[in-house]
């Protein structure tokens, strides 16, 4: 299984992007996604997950009420809306899979993507 991120970029303060993680299979309804971002000198930190039916979401405390994590039941994407965005935003952002909701939960899912990179700005 292999996770593929995109949408990374630059953004300013307030604003808003959108990543997407598409797995190399139709795996989306097998497993649970999430988010973990890590700023530079940082430790990883659990952004968003989402059971593989989608029944159970959940946010890291820095972006709730920011961020919306969803998934397209016909492709093999799971996406990350990220709106309001904050100067500690900033980061690589890795989605990751599981079998293992609470492994996703606490970033030790077993397949993981290479990071696209979010920069905010002022």
């Known amino acids: 299984v292999q996770l593929q991120a995109s949408g990374g970029g630059l953004a300013q303060i307030g604003g808003s992007l959108r990543l997407s993680c598409a797995a190399s299979?139709?795996?989306?309804?097998?497993?649970?996604m999430g988010w973990v971002r890590q700023a530079p000198g940082e430790e990883r930190e659990f952004v968003a997950s989402i059971s593989k039916l989608g029944d159970a979401i959940h946010y890291g405390d820095s972006v709730k009420g920011r961020f919306t994590i969803s998934r397209e039941g016909a492709e093999n994407t799971v996406y990350l809306q990220m709106s309001s965005l904050k100067l500690e935003d900033t980061g690589t952002y890795s989605c990751?899979?599981?079998?293992?909701?609470?492994?996703?939960?606490?970033?030790?899912?077993?397949?993981w993507g290479q990071g696209t990179l979010v920069t905010v700005s002022s």
């Open positions: 990751t899979a599981d079998i293992s909701y609470r492994k996703v939960l606490a970033k030790k899912g077993a397949y």
């Open positions: 299979e139709r795996i989306v309804r097998t497993v649970d």
